[in-house]
């Protein structure tokens, strides 16, 4: 069993009216696989988090690419709907349910994706 504690911290002083200055922590229990991994994506989708093989996890996707056209998708599927689109450098890191495959699609290129999962 592991304990990851992701913090997230967002501030400002000239995106709303008021400085924004706010923090969240959590403690999260990893207790099944972890995989860290780095993925070369391309134009053609792709499934690289199959439900078959993890149950709910915490993921952590990152774009590696410095490039702007090198736009990665994130869907449900290798047919369904974006659900996530990280530009180069963005990040996104989130609970899955592990119920659909998750799949990439690059806007351009083949950038590199990192990839971290915490099964719960």
């Keep these: 069993m592991a304990t990851i504690t992701p913090t997230l911290t967002l501030s400002s ?3 709303t ?3 924004l200055s706010l ?4 403690s999260l229990t990893s207790t099944g696989a972890v995989l860290s991994t780095t993925v070369e994506t391309s134009t053609t989708a792709a499934v690289f988090l199959a439900a078959a093989d993890y149950g709910k996890s ?5 774009n590696m690419s410095s490039t702007a056209s090198e736009r990665i ?3 449900a599927t290798t047919g369904g709907t974006d659900i996530l689109q990280l530009a180069a450098g963005e990040f996104a890191f989130f609970p899955w349910a592990g119920s659909h495959d998750l799949a990439f699609d690059a806007a351009d290129g083949t950038p590199a994706m990192e990839v971290l999962l915490f099964e719960a």
């Design 73 to 75: 998708d994130i869907r």
């Design 58 to 62: 915490y993921v952590m996707l990152k």
């Design 13 to 15: 002083t000239d995106a």
């Design 17 to 19: 009216s008021d400085t």
């Design 23 to 26: 923090t969240l922590t959590d």
